[in-house]
């Protein structure tokens, strides 16, 4: 299989069309990659699949993908964004499908040989700010939010060390670059105005454009106060349902409204044990 080192999202058009039909991401404005120029080490159209490419990584739609289509190296290869100037940004989110990376890095840089005709192409000044393993945390289900700390760079790319697909393939659907954080939400399970260490909170929200399907979040309280967090979370209205495996029988709140950014507490106290459930 040849390789393609080459291909470049198509820029501001994207981000026109976006904003006037896909408001779930255009309103999150912090998103400073939405339609801008991205690159990658591999683009799938090189083997006829024209509908998996770069321009879709920053393209505001979750249904569309980038894919390295299970190439001999897959595991080696990266995607990137260039955001156009040296700007200030501290989280990504980035958007997964089936086949995704379990271990990879987050590079940043401020000089890179985009040229898709350059031998040296997608050699840059890269520094890794951030690495997942795969003995980390995995993400919930598509929605992958990280903390990079403060950077100022121009240059941003996913370099992917380990994938889901024992082939190794793997794809991403949206690369998103942040310059504040998405809105979060925590509070206290209890039981009898007890905190319960171990509780389990899952979350839902509204579907919209790029996520057919809703939000789905499954948090473990960890601590001693019983109280979780979940952070990236869409402006939209959610419902939350926490239990206490063998305990206490899940409890349900709807209703929970989440601004685009901020923390929304919401605290959830457990009123029915299992040797009460018929």
């Known amino acids: 299989m040849n390789r393609h080192p080459h291909s470049r999202c198509l820029p501001g058009l994207f981000a026109l069309l976006l904003l006037a039909f896909w408001p779930a991401l255009s309103a999150n404005a912090a998103n400073i990659a ?42 080696n290869d990266f995607v990137g964004v260039d955001l156009g100037a040296v700007v200030s940004f501290q989280y990504l989110r980035l958007n997964w499908p089936a086949d995704h990376a379990t271990a990879f890095n987050v590079e940043v840089a401020n000089t890179v040989d985009t040229d898709p005709n350059s031998f040296d192409y997608g050699s840059g000044d890269w520094q890794t700010v951030y690495t997942r393993q795969t003995t980390d945390p995995q993400p919930r289900g598509a929605n992958d939010y990280i903390d990079i700390g403060a950077q100022t760079y121009r240059y941003v790319r996913i370099s992917v060390m380990a994938s889901s697909n024992t082939s190794n393939a793997w794809g991403l659907n949206e690369l998103q670059v942040l310059d504040e954080p998405l809105a979060s939400l925590t509070g206290t399970i209890t039981a009898g105005a007890v905190a319960l260490d171990g509780a389990l909170v899952s979350l839902s929200g509204p579907t919209d454009a790029g996520n057919p399907a809703p939000f789905v979040s499954t948090a473990t309280v960890t601590n001693a106060s019983g109280v979780y967090l979940i952070t990236g979370l869409d402006a939209g209205t959610y419902t939350i349902t926490a239990s206490h495996p063998g305990k206490y029988a899940p409890q349900t709140v709807t209703g929970i409204v989440v601004g685009l950014t901020g923390v929304v507490t919401q605290n959830v106290a457990l009123t029915t044990p299992v040797t009460n459930v018929t």
């Open 34 to 75: 939405l339609g801008k120029p991205c690159f990658a080490s591999y683009n799938s159209p090189v083997i006829g699949n024209g509908t998996d490419m770069t321009a879709n990584l920053t393209d505001g739609n979750n249904a569309t993908a980038w894919t390295n289509a299970g190439t001999p190296n897959g595991v």
